[in-house]
Nanobody, 114 residues
Framework: QVQFVESGGGLVQPGGSLRLSCAAS????????MGWYRQAPGKQREWVAL???????TYSDSVKGRFTISRDDAKNTVYLQMNSLEPEDTAVYFC????????WGQGIQVTVSS
């Protein structure tokens, strides 16, 4: 069983910043990939960014240059620094952890609005 504690979401004005964090605990062994996905109202869940155990990062085109993903393996935590936020970034953000299987956080709301 894997549990998650997500934090950092909320309401922010366009152009603002937020930092999401997701801490995993429980039956965690050798996390391979950690990532973030998001789901906007009425849309399918989409991939945002991921970081491998070797520290290699990749981003979707929609967030490249604005978002930065990082991880702290000592804390089994993945972060998402989000800058220059746009209304189109409004969504529920989910962390994803891949070990022997894939696990999902419960989601955290991010709203970008003036």
């Amino acid at each position: 069983q894997v549990q998650f504690v997500e934090s950092g979401g909320g309401l922010v004005q366009p152009g603002g910043s937020l930092r999401l964090s997701c801490a995993a605990s429980g039956s965690i062994f050798a996390i391979n990939v950690m990532g973030w996905y998001r789901q906007a109202p009425g849309k399918q869940r989409e991939w945002v960014a991921l970081v491998t155990r070797d520290g290699i990062t990749t981003y979707s085109d929609s967030v490249k240059g604005r978002f930065t993903i990082s991880r702290d393996d000592a804390k089994n935590t993945v972060y998402l620094q989000m800058n220059s936020l746009e209304p189109e970034d409004t969504a529920v953000y989910f962390c994803n952890v891949v070990t022997r299987a894939a696990y999902w956080g419960q989601g955290i709301q991010v709203t970008v609005s003036s």
